[in-house]
């Protein structure tokens, strides 16, 4: 019995991501309202209200929204950038840790200290930086994100590819005039892929989490552009008469960065070739 609920547990996580990537992919569908349309007759309604429009499941903001609607709409805008800057960053450091292990040597020591440099300074205190410079918005927030976290792709890629390029096949590759380009595609991506893909797993959690908070402190995505971060920072100032503004967001951002952390555990086993599979 206790291995059949641990059997179950990574589809449990797997089924929550997977409902909130629905709700962001087909918003326009599920939404019952505008999440934008602002109805000051009916701000700041308890959750079940029925107005003329229909029925509040979550209830209203302090503009009147529909608060089921903007986190939904939420939902897309938390996914998109996350997975956006996960690309970019994974792109980026995966790319630029394969040309230091690969070549060693003054490349590996300026790429490598210029990673230290960059994890030296806290990741939100670098994120808030680098969008006070460039400026708020969706376009800067994925770059931001992806600027800030991609030396833990670099490191991981320049400790696995270390170990590959020693081998026997990689060096015959290069006495062959093989391409360095053709040598990373054939010999060293397909190698170093698996803890990439553990990092990116656990990387998207954290860049949902970056996302929300740099939208809680009005450097995110925009107003009236729904964002839970947003929804979180406009809810705060509610909290004793409006409740469910900042609790449902909450919720939502709980269990979506619950199950992707999860499920980046579940791979880490699964992918390491140590443990033991019973």
């Not at 690309?87 to 790429?111: D, R």
Request: hydrophobic fraction near 55%.
């Amino acid at each position: 019995m206790k291995k059949a609920s641990k059997n179950i547990l990574p589809y449990l996580f797997a089924f929550i991501i997977l409902f909130f990537l629905i709700a962001a992919i087909f918003a326009p569908l599920i939404a019952p309202f505008d999440p934008v349309k602002q109805d000051l007759m009916h701000r700041l309604k308890a959750p079940g209200t029925v107005t003329d429009a229909g029925v509040h499941i979550l209830g209203t903001d302090e503009l009147g929204r529909d608060l089921l609607s903007r986190i939904i709409y939420g939902t897309r805008i938390s996914l998109l950038v996350a997975f956006l800057s996960v690309i970019v960053s994974t792109v980026t450091g995966t790319w630029l840790g394969m040309l230091a292990g690969y070549y060693k040597g003054w490349v590996a020591v300026l790429i490598m200290r210029i990673v230290d440099i960059v994890l030296s300074i806290p990741p939100i205190l670098l994120a808030i930086l680098t969008v006070a410079v460039v400026g708020p918005g969706l376009g800067n927030l994925v770059f931001v994100l992806g600027f800030t976290r991609w030396p833990r792709y670099a490191r991981v890629a320049y400790a696995q590819t270390l170990t590959v390029a020693d081998k026997p096949y990689v060096q015959a590759a290069q006495f062959t005039s093989v391409s360095t380009p053709l040598i990373f595609r054939r010999h060293i991506i397909p190698n170093i892929a698996a803890p990439l893909i553990v990092v990116m797993t656990l990387e998207f959690g954290l860049m949902i989490l970056f996302e929300a908070s740099l939208s809680f402190l009005g450097l995110g995505v925009q107003p009236p552009t729904p964002s839970w971060g947003a929804i979180l920072s406009t809810g705060r100032n509610y909290l004793s008469i409006a409740w469910w503004i900042t609790s449902f967001p909450g919720f939502c951002l709980f269990f979506l960065v619950l199950s992707v952390n999860m499920i980046g555990d579940f791979l880490r086993d699964y992918l390491d070739p140590h443990s033991i599979r019973r």
